[in-house]
């Protein structure tokens, strides 16, 4: 695992770290969160990307959008900006709600990406 980048939480308590690293053969970046020591920085990144939980980006875009929570839609939005939206930040949700559909063409129907889905 490469090291990318670290974010600290330090408090009288103790220290709680995310690592971001990029998985040697896959080439794709992870975040893994662990509380640790303290004392060494640099031992403290490695101790979290060999043992930490893994921290998923969707759930950090949840704590953000709790933080500052989206704009509600324009009036003129459709059905489709929508799930555009939805899909672009919640990938993993798109594909859930996709699969409670029989087939591609009832998908893109009730998302509003073909005529009638409005």
Known sequence: MKFIDSFWFNSARGSFGVVVGED???GKRKAY??????????????EVMEGGASV????LREIVDKLDPPAPPAPDTTRADIFKEIEKRFPDATF???GVFDDEAEWL???GQVPGGE
């Open 24 to 26: 040697d053969n896959t």
């Open 33 to 46: 969160g662990s509380v640790v020591s303290g004392f060494s920085q640099k031992a403290d990144e490695v």
């Open 56 to 59: 998923s980006a969707a759930f």
């Open 96 to 98: 859930a709600m996709k």
């Open 109 to 111: 129907t009730f998302s």
